[in-house]
């Protein structure tokens, strides 16, 4: 079966030629890069279009840009700590505890992103700084179904069959049954009432999706019309077209920071400043905020208005008032609810 | 040998070393479960595979020669794609308003859209698509091998045509059967992506509780236990068919 044609030689002299072509780009690119996460979907497209181009323009810095899940992300650098193959984490609340008590996260240095002064005390410490609010609370389709008011709608006969769920493995998913427990009476650290609620009600949900990248398609494919999710997934889908509005639940809508951090042990530390410097900047702010990405700003000198419905949220004062859980209580409870849920929605 | 080495771990920060996890895994009932719903979606998916991989075999063998490559051509097609594209194209089909469930709402069989993605039915159905070239391939290159004189020999000393296929064709395709079932079988299993989006979340089978528990929860050492468990598991089922393959050789040759 041996081919004539291929001699050691040749074999060698072509493997030699693709071994010399990856290493090229790497070579030439090896003064300034960064490698950092964005979530897969909507956050990924407004990084690669907004935040990638300044950061290369500001900073002269190439962005790898990774699209992971903060859980897909901490669980990545953990693996291979002494190298991680990660300069900059994306984190949601929950994960930043884990990754802050496993010790992945280096310390982060205020001073040396030049555009922190035009931030709130409050949006940054000693581990990251936040780089977007993320407001959460119900979608629907007005074309299917009438409008829900809030958390115990989910409930009504009336969208039996409609409504899809997600578990405790999202950060929205678990804000979410939290508000839905305090509804019958339970509390931030009380999920009872929500699991007494899910399994009596199981039979009338549409579909229960694994992961958010699912949520997106579910909706959008018609398998469920009314779901629990964060503003800016709406805005995006609403932009390419799908029939969803978001609506504020009537006992308060939940508001939570994603942040950014240095990765201990980071390969291009420096950079991975200058990447979060540049995502802070007054222009990626408010280029971020223009929709369809939404990502709300961070930054004092971009107002919430108007690139936010005025029936969402006028200020980021009026964000303040929003639902906030602490994490640092969630993050220890939720494994234990992650494998409560496995077990109570299997059929 | 590295995940049966984190499996003996106590912890999840992979201290101690012990027999804890399997101990975790043997005393939840949860997960018993768990185990026999994924092999018996192995069995489900082998059992209508074989059910369909068989006729087409024998239309394959019998379908002139000019058109066998063609045929080849088709059945290796779903191969030829990816698994994501595969997935996801029984998405469209099995949805509320997917093929399936607008053509019957079209006909007025159904008033309402019947729940077909995410439910067992559909994974086992999708997944029998998905595996086909997997169970055709080994029976079909078995088949064709087979000695047409066998038949001719079988209608001389006066068996019927169905007589013929029961009692010669099929006992002697019955290696590239067996063949066929391990490949099905050990791929569906652990065919995660078609698992999870098609299967969706309320069936939790043990690729996708074995994801959970290293990325979501970090717990490597269990997540590692339910790998070696899964492993040994369809390890069993293989090794099984191979001897049940091995007698059906020598009820060939013997």
């Not at chain 1, 990638?52 to 002269?60: G, N």
């Not at chain 1, 629990?228 to 709406?234: F, G, L, M, R, S």
């Not at chain 2, 768990?34 to 019998?62: R, S």
């Not at chain 2, 088709?74 to 030829?80: A, G, K, N, Q, T």
Request: net charge positive.
């Amino acid at each position: 079966m041996s081919s004539p044609h291929i001699t050691r030689r040749t074999l060698l002299a072509g493997g030699s030629v693709l071994a010399v072509t990856t290493l090229l780009p790497r070579a030439a690119h090896a003064a300034g890069r960064v490698v950092a996460p964005a979530y897969p979907g909507p956050w990924e497209e407004a990084y690669r279009a907004v935040v990638l181009p300044a950061v290369k323009k500001t900073q002269d810095v190439d962005t790898v840009l990774t699209p992971l899940l903060s859980l897909d992300q901490v669980a990545k650098v953990k693996a291979s700590r002494g190298t991680p193959p990660l300069d900059v984490f994306m984190l949601d609340p929950g994960p930043v505890v884990i990754a802050t008590e496993d010790g992945l996260i280096d310390k982060f240095d205020p001073s040396r992103c030049k555009n922190i002064v035009h931030l709130q005390k409050s949006f940054f410490d000693e581990w990251g700084v936040a780089v977007a609010a993320q407001i959460v609370g119900i979608a629907y389709n007005p074309k299917k179904v009438d409008r829900p008011k809030g958390w115990k709608d989910l409930f009504e006969p009336k969208y039996n069959g409609k409504v899809g769920i997600s578990g405790f493995g999202t950060t929205f998913g678990t804000s979410s049954l939290i508000e839905i427990s305090k509804q019958y009476g339970g509390s931030m650290t009380n999920v009872d009432p929500a699991f007494a609620q899910l399994k009596k009600w199981l039979p009338h949900v549409a579909v229960i999706a694994q992961n958010p990248v699912a949520v997106n398609t579910l909706f959008q494919q018609g398998q469920m019309d009314v779901t629990y999710t964060n503003y800016q997934t709406v805005s995006t889908l609403k932009g390419r077209g799908v029939d969803i509005e978001f609506v504020k639940p009537d006992t308060g809508p939940i508001a939570f920071y994603t942040t950014l951090h240095v990765v201990k042990n980071a390969a291009n530390k420096d950079n991975a400043y200058k990447f979060i410097d540049t995502v802070l900047s007054t222009e990626v702010q408010a280029a971020l905020q223009k929709p369809p990405y939404s990502l709300l700003s961070v930054n004092k000198n971009v107002p919430l208005q108007p690139d936010m419905p005025q029936d969402l949220v006028k200020s980021h004062a009026e964000l303040a008032s929003f639902v906030h859980h602490d994490w640092r209580v969630i993050a220890p409870l939720r494994g234990a609810w992650i494998e409560r849920f496995n077990k109570e929605i299997r059929q | 040998m590295l995940l049966a080495g984190i499996s003996l771990r106590v912890t999840p920060q992979l201290e101690g070393f012990g027999l804890g996890q399997y101990a975790k895994f043997a005393g939840d009932a949860f997960n018993w479960s768990v185990l026999w719903q994924t092999l018996m979606l192995g069995v489900k998916t082998v059992a209508l595979t074989a059910c369909i991989g068989v006729p087409l075999g024998l239309l394959f063998i019998e379908a002139p020669r000019r058109l066998q490559p063609l045929m080849l051509f088709v059945i290796v097609l779903p191969l030829l794609t990816s698994v994501v594209v595969r997935t996801f194209a029984w998405m469209v089909i099995l949805g509320r308003e997917g093929l399936v469930n607008n053509a019957l709402l079209a006909l007025g069989l159904i008033g309402a859209p019947l729940r077909l993605l995410h439910t067992e039915l559909g994974l086992v159905v999708a997944l029998s698509q998905i595996e086909m070239p997997l169970m055709l391939l080994p029976l079909i290159s078995v088949m064709s091998r087979l000695d047409p004189n066998l038949k001719d020999a079988s209608a001389a000393l006066g068996a019927g045509r169905w007589r013929t296929l029961f009692r010669v064709t099929l006992p002697l395709s019955l290696p590239g059967l067996l063949a066929g079932c391990l490949l099905v079988f050990a791929s569906s299993v652990t065919a995660f992506v078609s698992q999870t989006i098609i299967g969706g979340g309320r069936m939790v089978l043990m690729p996708f509780y074995l994801w959970q528990q290293a990325t979501t929860l970090f717990n490597w050492p269990f997540a590692a236990t339910i790998g070696m468990v899964l492993l040994v598991a369809v390890l069993a089922v293989v090794t099984t068919l191979n001897a049940l393959g091995r007698r059906s050789r020598a009820l060939v040759h013997g």
